[in-house]
């Protein structure tokens, strides 16, 4: 099973890339920046579980 969230950083006034760097270094998340989907305001989180009962 996996969740995926597309979320919108706008309001931080930080691209995407910074956003994950920053997320990155205080908070040890990492995530994917919108950027490569074309979409610079957003980030992806990924949530992935293995071996459901």
Same mark, same amino acid.
């Not at 989180?45 to 009962?53: D, V």
């Given at each position: 099973m996996a969740l995926y969230? *597309?979320?919108?950083?706008s309001?931080?006034?930080m691209t995407s890339l910074? *956003?994950?760097n920053a997320l990155l270094e205080s908070q040890q998340v990492a995530a994917i920046p919108g950027v490569a989907f074309g979409a610079d305001d957003h980030i992806c989180?990924?949530?992935?579980?293995?071996?459901?009962?």
């Open positions: 969230l *597309f979320i919108n950083i309001k931080t006034g910074e *956003f994950c989180l990924s949530y992935a579980r293995y071996g459901i009962n």
